[in-house]
T-cell receptor, first 111, second 119 residues
Framework: QKEVEQDPGPLSVPEGAIVSLNCTYSNSAFQYFMWYRQYSRKGPELLMY????GNKEDGRFTAQVDKSSKYISLFIRDSQPSDSATYLCAMSAGGGNQFYFGTGTSLTVIP | GAVVSQHPSWVICKSGTSVKIECRSL??????MFWYRQFPKQSLMLMAT?????????EQGVEKDKFLINHASLTLSTLTVTSAHPEDSSFYIC???????????????FGPGTRLTVL
């Protein structure tokens, strides 16, 4: 069983739609949860960084963590064509420990 | 803050040659650096973790004699692909861990990646 599971998509939505991206994990020691956006042939860019359970909002992006279900989500409101990218979830136990990445979900927002 | 650069961004080499990739943290001290490789449409695969001044820790299945990692200072780590072959063609990404301020010591800051093509 992989440490982190993520639906690879691809996901295609019309401009303005609400996008929901999800990851599940198996290691209860994970405390830090991240979402990265990666454009083609570029390095990952940190979007959201969350510690423990709860919600975090930043502009059109909302990250949710449910540690009891070992489930994290990223919501994108009013999606834009510029949001078209691959979204990677990542998590770690902290303390400089290794990050575990999902496989990434490819998102296309159609104008 | 927390900018990480990689050089070169793209390299093409002949089979059998060695290629060195540099990873620099530009505005903070990186106590730990990570090297990943990524194949098309796949996620990041951790190759090795290196701490400044000590030997790198390689993940299972990664040949340490082929992928030489040096982390000689708190701002520079290098990955050398020795005797490169076409199957080594991939996107190599480094990340740096440290504290660029604001208590962000549990984060990793990624470089822009290096695309290696071995002919």
């Amino acid at each position: 069983q992989k440490e982190v599971e993520q639906d690879p998509g691809p996901l295609s939505v019309p401009e303005g739609a609400i996008v929901s991206l999800n990851c599940t994990y198996s290691n209860s020691a994970f405390q830090y949860f991240m979402w990265y956006r990666q454009y083609s042939r570029k390095g990952p860019e940190l979007l959201m960084y969350t510690y423990s359970s709860g919600n975090k909002e930043d502009g059109r992006f909302t990250a949710q963590v449910d540690k009891s279900s070992k489930y994290i989500s990223l919501f994108i409101r009013d999606s834009q064509p510029s949001d078209s990218a691959t979204y990677l979830c990542a998590m770690s136990a902290g303390g400089g420990n290794q990050f575990y990445f999902g496989t990434g979900t490819s998102l296309t927002v159609i104008p | 803050g927390a900018v990480v650069s990689q050089h070169p961004s793209w390299v093409i080499c002949k089979s059998g040659t060695s290629v060195k990739i540099e990873c620099r943290s530009l505005d903070f001290q990186a106590t730990t650096m990570f090297w990943y490789r990524q194949f098309p449409k796949q996620s990041l695969m951790l190759m090795a973790t290196s701490n400044e001044g000590s030997k790198a820790t390689y993940e299972q299945g990664v040949e340490k004699d082929k992928f030489l990692i040096n982390h000689a200072s708190l701002t520079l780590s290098t990955l050398t692909v020795t005797s490169a072959h076409p199957e080594d063609s991939s996107f190599y990404i480094c990340s740096a861990g440290g504290d660029p301020g604001g208590g962000r010591y549990n984060e990793q800051f990624f470089g822009p990646g290096t695309r290696l093509t071995v002919l």
